[in-house]
C-alpha cells in the first residue's frame, strides 16, 4: 500500500543505520521531490557520511528503506543506479589520466546527457582538459569531481561535503550548478558544513536523530 | 609382566603407534584444553564487567 | 524458514540446547573414544601385513573424516551467514576452523607416521595425503582472514565468501590431485584393502568415529560459547566507554 | 557492453600510463625463473624435464604477487565506489578488471613462456602444449586471484594474505598445465587437459564474479 501512496523522487523510510556497534541515528524519514534539495547538517560523528552511503545503497541500513521513484532501491537497484550520480570524499581521479580522459571514462559509464567539454566549462576547468590530473590543485580535482555530476540531467545527486577546498569563486560555481540541475527537474541531497545557496532546500539535523547510547 | 611389554613394544612398532596415539591426544586435548581455559578467563571478565555496571546503577 | 533458523539460533535459546546436549555429548566422547581406542590398541588384531601399525587407522581415519566433515559444517554455516546474516552463523563457522585444522593436523601427523613402517618414507605426493595438505592450507587461510580485520563483523564475512570459494574448489583440488598422481605414479600406495576389512577391525573404528564427532560437537559447543562471551564483554566495554565520555 | 568495454580499455591505459604493472610482472617472472638453474643446477638435462613445471609455478607466483594492486588504488582514491554505483552490475566491472589484469600479466607471461623454455632447455614438442595451457590457463587465475584481492581489501597486511588465500586454489591450473605438457611429451593426445583448463576457467568465472563482487561490496560498506 506504501508503495503506491509514495511520492515521486527520494524518500527515507524509517533509516536505522548502525556502525562498528553504534547506532548512528534511528527512523529517520524524509522525502525529495524532483527539484527539491535536501542539507544534511550535524556536527561530526552525527552520522553524515553513513547516511548518504546508506542511501546510496552502499552501506545497507539497519532497517527501513529508500524509495526512488516509490521502488524500494535495494530491491530494484537498477533505475536507482541510472538515475544516482555520487560525490563521495574521494575525487576518484587518476593522476595519470588527462583532465577529459578522467571525465570521458565517467561518460562511458553512466549514460550522460552532456558533452565532457560542457561539463568541464560549467566547473571552470575547461581550458585544463589536456593536463595530466597530477598537475591540478586540490581545488581544481574537487571540480573536476563536481564536472562528473554535471554530465547528467535530472536525476539525484548525493553530494557528501562538495564544498571541501573549494574558494568562493567556485562556491558560487557550484550553487550555480546545483540550480541548473534543480531546474532540470533534478533533486539533490548534500551533506554540508558550508552555506550553499540553496533556495527552497530543505534542512535536516541529524543530531535531531542520535539514538543516546 | 611379558604381556605389558609386549603390549607396550606393539610388535616391534611401538615408535609407529605410540607416538601417534600420543599426537592426537596432544593436538586435541590441547585444543579443548585452550578451548575451556578461554571460556573460563572469559566467563570471569564478563562477572567483573557486570559487577562493575551494576554498582553505579544502585 | 530464516525467521524459523533465526529463532533456533537466538544466543539465550542456543545456551539452553548447548546446556541440555552438552552432558550427553560428553560422555559418548568420553566413552567411545575410550572404548574405541582400547579395543584398537589392545584386543583387535594386527593386520597380516601391516602388523600392528594398522592400529594408527583407528585415530587416523576418523581425524580424516572429521578434517573434511568440519570444512562441510564451516561451509554450509558461512553461507547461511551470508544469505541470513545470522551473527550465530558466524561465530560457528569460526569456532569450526581451529577444530577442522586440528583435525587435519592430526590426520596428517598420524598419516606420516604410519607411513614410515609401510611406504618406508614420512610422506609421499599421495593424492589423499596431498588434497588433505591443501584443505589444512584453507583452513589456515580462513582463520588468517577472519582475524586479519580491525571490524570482526567484517571479517567474518570475508572469511564466510572465502569459506564459499573454498568450497566449491576444494573437490576440483581433490580430483585434479588424483588425476595428478595417477598420472605420475600409477596405482596408488595408500592402499587400505577397504572391502576386506574385518569386523573386529570395524568395530573399534566406527567407536572411534562415532566418538570424534562427539568430541566436534563438545570443542563447537564449548568455543562457542567462548565467543559469545567474548562478544558479551565487547558489548559491555563499549557500553562503558561510551558512558564515561 | 560500452561501460565494460571502457572498464578493460581505462585499466589498460592506466597500466601503460604507469609503465609498471606489466613490466614488474614480467621483470618478477625472470627473475625468478632464473633463480632455478641457480637452485637446482645448471644442468640442460634435468632443466628441460622440469622446465615446465619451472615455468607454470613461476607464472602463479608472478600473478599472486600482482593481486595485491588488483584493486588497491581503486579503493584508494575513491574509485571503487563509484564503480559499485554504475548502473553496470559490480560483477562484470570484477570481470572486466580480471580481464584487463590477465592482459597485461597472463597473456604477458605466455608470450614470454617461449623465451624462458629456451633458457631452460624445454625439449621442441613442448612450447606448443605449454603455451596453449598457459593461454586458457591463466585466465583463471587473474578470477580467482581477484577474489583474493578483493577480500584482503581493508585486512591487516592484506598484501601477504592473497598468497596464502589463493596459491592452493590455483592448484588444479598447476596441475592440468604441468600435465599437459608431460602428455605431449610421451606421447598422449593433448586435448582432453586443455578441455579440463577450459572446464577449470567455465568455474572460475562465475566463482570469480560472484565471489569478487560480493568481497568488494563488504569491502566497501
Redesign the interface.
Known amino acids: 500500500m506504501t508503495a503506491e501512496t509514495q511520492p515521486a523522487g527520494l524518500v527515507a523510510d524509517h533509516l536505522t543505520c548502525e556502525r562498528g556497534g553504534r547506532t548512528l541515528f534511528a527512523e529517520l524519514c524524509f522525502a525529495v521531490a524532483p527539484g527539491g534539495a535536501l542539507l544534511l547538517t550535524g556536527p561530526n560523528g552525527s552520522g553524515k557520511t553513513s547516511l548518504m552511503r546508506v542511501l546510496s545503497g552502499l552501506l545497507p541500513p539497519r532497517a527501513g528503506r529508500v524509495l526512488w521513484q516509490g521502488k524500494d532501491t535495494a530491491e530494484e537497484p537498477a533505475p536507482w543506479r541510472r538515475a544516482l550520480a555520487w560525490l563521495g570524499h574521494d575525487n576518484a581521479i587518476k593522476p595519470q589520466l588527462s583532465v577529459s580522459e578522467n571525465l570521458a571514462f565517467w561518460a562511458r559509464l553512466t549514460p550522460a546527457a552532456r558533452g565532457v567539454d560542457e561539463a568541464l566549462e560549467e566547473v571552470g576547468i575547461g581550458h585544463l582538459a589536456d593536463l595530466p590530473a597530477a598537475m591540478l590543485s586540490a581545488g581544481q580535482r574537487r571540480r573536476l569531481a563536481l564536472a562528473r555530476l554535471g554530465l547528467t540531467r535530472g536525476g539525484c545527486w548525493l553530494m557528501d561535503e562538495p564544498t571541501v577546498t573549494l574558494d568562493t569563486a567556485s562556491l558560487a560555481r557550484l550553487s550555480a550548478m546545483i540550480a541548473r540541475h534543480r531546474a532540470d527537474g533534478g533533486l539533490a541531497v548534500i551533506a554540508s558544513h558550508d552555506a550553499l545557496d540553496l533556495p527552497g532546500a530543505q534542512s535536516l539535523d541529524l543530531s535531531g536523530f542520535a539514538v543516546a547510547p | 609382566m611379558d604381556g605389558v611389554n609386549s603390549?607396550l613394544d606393539?610388535?616391534?612398532?611401538a615408535a609407529?603407534?605410540w607416538?601417534?596415539?600420543g599426537?592426537?591426544l596432544a593436538?586435541?586435548g590441547g585444543?579443548?584444553v585452550v578451548?575451556?581455559r578461554?571460556?573460563s578467563r572469559?566467563?570471569a571478565?564478563?562477572a567483573i564487567?557486570?559487577s562493575?555496571?551494576e554498582r553505579p546503577r544502585r | 524458514m530464516p525467521s524459523f533458523l533465526h529463532s533456533l539460533a537466538s544466543p539465550a535459546r542456543f545456551q539452553r540446547i548447548a546446556n541440555a546436549i552438552m552432558p550427553w555429548a560428553v560422555l559418548l566422547t568420553v566413552g567411545l573414544i575410550g572404548t574405541g581406542?582400547v579395543w584398537g590398541?589392545?584386543f583387535s588384531p594386527?593386520d597380516y601385513q601391516q602388523?600392528?601399525?594398522v592400529?594408527?587407522m583407528y585415530?587416523?581415519v576418523p581425524?580424516a573424516w572429521m578434517a573434511m566433515a568440519c570444512y562441510a559444517v564451516m561451509a554450509l554455516l558461512s553461507a547461511s551467514f551470508l544469505i541470513w546474516k545470522h551473527q550465530l552463523a558466524d561465530l560457528a563457522a569460526r569456532a569450526c576452523a581451529?577444530?577442522g585444522a586440528?583435525?587435519t593436523?592430526?590426520a596428517l601427523?598420524?598419516g606420516s607416521?604410519?607411513g614410515?613402517?609401510t611406504w618406508g618414507t614420512w610422506w609421499v605426493w599421495d593424492a589423499r595425503l596431498t588434497s588433505v595438505l591443501i584443505l589444512f592450507f584453507l583452513y589456515l587461510g580462513y582463520m588468517a582472514l577472519a582475524a586479519a580485520f580491525d571490524d570482526r563483523e567484517r571479517g567474518g564475512r570475508a572469511a564466510a565468501i572465502l569459506a564459499c570459494v573454498g568450497a566449491i574448489n576444494l573437490p576440483i583440488i581433490k580430483y585434479s590431485v588424483e588425476w595428478w598422481n595417477t598420472l605420475h605414479q600409477g596405482a596408488s600406495v595408500f592402499r587400505m584393502d577397504g572391502p576386506t576389512i574385518d569386523n573386529a577391525m570395524l568395530w573399534p573404528l566406527v567407536l572411534t568415529g562415532i566418538g570424534f564427532n562427539a568430541?566436534f560437537v563438545?570443542?563447537l559447543l564449548?568455543?562457542i560459547?567462548?565467543e559469545l562471551?567474548?562478544r558479551?564483554?565487547e558489548v559491555?566495554?563499549r557500553?562503558?566507554a561510551a558512558g564515561r565520555s | 557492453m560500452n561501460a565494460f568495454l571502457a572498464t578493460i580499455a581505462r585499466d589498460l591505459r592506466l597500466a601503460t600510463r604507469r609503465g609498471g604493472e606489466a613490466a614488474l610482472t614480467l621483470g618478477f617472472f625472470v627473475v625468478a625463473i632464473t633463480l632455478f638453474p641457480f637452485g637446482v643446477g645448471p644442468g640442460p638435462e634435468l632443466l628441460g624435464r622440469i622446465a615446465a613445471g619451472i615455468i607454470w609455478v613461476t607464472a602463479l607466483l608472478a600473478a599472486t604477487v600482482s593481486f595485491d594492486r588488483l584493486f588497491r588504488a581503486d579503493m584508494e582514491d575513491g574509485t571503487l565506489e563509484l564503480l559499485a554505483l554504475q548502473p553496470l552490475p559490480l560483477e562484470l566491472v570484477v570481470l572486466a578488471k580480471a580481464i584487463a589484469h590477465w592482459l597485461m600479466t597472463g597473456l604477458a607471461v605466455t608470450l614470454l613462456a617461449p623465451l624462458m623454455g629456451l633458457m631452460l632447455n624445454l625439449p621442441g614438442d613442448a612450447y606448443l602444449p605449454l603455451i596453449a595451457g598457459l593461454l586458457i590457463g591463466t585466465p583463471s587465475l587473474s578470477l580467482l586471484g581477484g577474489v583474493g584481492a578483493a577480500l584482503v581489501l581493508g585486512a591487516r597486511r592484506g598484501g601477504a594474505l592473497i598468497g596464502l588465500l589463493v596459491l592452493p586454489l590455483f592448484l588444479p591450473a598447476l596441475i592440468f598445465g604441468v600435465s599437459a605438457v608431460e602428455a605431449v611429451l610421451i606421447g598422449m593426445p593433448l586435448a582432453p587437459h586443455l578441455l579440463i583448463l577450459a572446464a577449470l576457467l567455465a568455474v572460475a568465472l562465475p566463482v570469480g564474479a560472484f565471489g569478487g563482487a560480493a568481497a568488494l561490496r563488504l569491502a566497501l560498506e
Open positions: 603390549f606393539m610388535g616391534g612398532y609407529t603407534v607416538p601417534a596415539y599426537v592426537t593436538i586435541l585444543l579443548l578451548s575451556l578461554s571460556l572469559r566467563k571478565e564478563l564487567l557486570e562493575q555496571r | 581406542v590398541l589392545a594386527p602388523g600392528d601399525t592400529r594408527v585415530i587416523h581425524a581451529p577444530i586440528c583435525f593436523a592430526v601427523i598420524t607416521l604410519w614410515k613402517p568430541l563438545v570443542l564449548v568455543r560459547k567462548s562471551l567474548a558479551r564483554i559491555l566495554q557500553a562503558r
